[in-house]
């Protein structure tokens, strides 16, 4: 059979195939595409990576720093991947064998409460994981207020469960938070201590007794403001019930949205609190993984006109 050029060139335009590779020892997932792709940049493998076109055992990997274990199967597909989002705006940031982190918008449950049991992050992350497999379960493993945005992580099988509960304030090593907060510090930093009791009507409140209730540390940084609010960076040492809300009212300075705890302001049609950073020591690796988001534009948005200044 005599081939011509349109029939050589239609072969050379035909698409490339994936690539599929059976690991056959522990690793990291970039140090084992690193190995295998020897002819590819770094940033090139990186970007692979960022593009969605990486999956283990059948699962999207955009985590570099991921753990691969002997006898799974690294997929690198030719063709970007689609970003996946769930209904009610719930991303997908990352997610392997152990676990599945989102970035939760404002206005939803974490889990299910005695008013609230269909529109959870729960529920759409359970119906999300059985569309694989109806055999499969979520976990919780920390929560947020309904009102609070930001990085929720949840479990994959009940051995990550106990692992991350049983040890999660020595597993965490940072929960890092943006506020907008009403009116301008004074002190534009700090480190607010307290213990935290609750109402019957479950409102929260601050003791300066030591022991009595529960030890909150909230350290605060402001990082913009103008002549109403303030923008903050807050790291937490301690994570108990809305312990933000109630250390910024302890200083004179809710938490925008706040209702609850006395804010008069609402700029933004929400609570003003998104979590952006949560980084954790693996209970079985040892690694550090840590997930970051950016704050809402609506929230950097309160602090584009000329009177605002960078905080010290």
């Not at 719930?90 to 064998?97: F, K, P, T």
């Not at 550090?288 to 010290?312: H, Q, V, Y």
Request: net charge positive; glycine share 6%.
């Amino acid at each position: 059979m005599i081939k011509t050029k349109r029939d050589m060139r239609q072969k050379g335009n035909a698409p490339k195939p994936d690539i599929e590779f059976v690991v056959t020892e522990p690793s990291g997932l970039l140090d084992f595409l690193l190995l295998k792709l020897s002819n590819k940049s770094r940033n090139h493998v990186k970007a692979l990576l960022t593009h969605r076109q990486v999956s283990v055992d059948g699962i999207v990997i955009t985590q570099y720093d991921t753990v691969i274990r002997e006898g799974q199967r690294v997929k690198i597909s030719r063709t970007a991947g689609p970003v996946i989002k769930q209904k009610n705006s719930l991303d997908i940031l990352y997610e392997d064998n152990d676990l599945i982190v989102i970035n939760k918008p404002a206005g939803l449950l974490s889990i299910a409460s005695d008013k609230e049991n269909e529109h959870t992050a729960y529920r759409l992350l359970t119906d999300y994981v059985k569309t694989r497999d109806p055999e499969n379960r979520i976990f919780a493993v920390h929560r947020l207020d309904r009102d609070t945005s930001g990085i929720l992580m949840v479990a994959k099988n009940e051995r990550m469960k106990l692992a991350l509960q049983d040890n999660w304030s020595d597993l965490v090593t940072e929960r890092g938070y943006v506020a907008v907060v009403e009116g301008k510090l004074q002190e534009k930093s700090g480190r607010i201590q307290s213990w935290l009791k609750e109402t019957k009507t479950l409102m929260m409140y601050s003791s300066p007794t030591a022991g009595d209730g529960l030890e909150a540390i909230t350290n605060y940084q402001v990082i913009n403001e103008s002549s109403e609010y303030s923008l903050l960076d807050i790291r937490l040492e301690t994570g108990r019930k809305n312990q933000i809300r109630v250390h910024m009212k302890d200083i004179g300075h809710n938490v925008t949205g706040d209702k609850k705890y006395g804010a008069r302001t609402n700029p933004l049609g929400r609570l003003g609190l998104h979590a952006y950073k949560l980084a954790f020591k693996h209970p079985f690796t040892d690694k550090i993984m840590c997930f970051e988001t950016k704050a809402p534009r609506s929230f950097t948005a309160l602090f584009k006109d000329g009177n605002t200044r960078k905080g010290r």
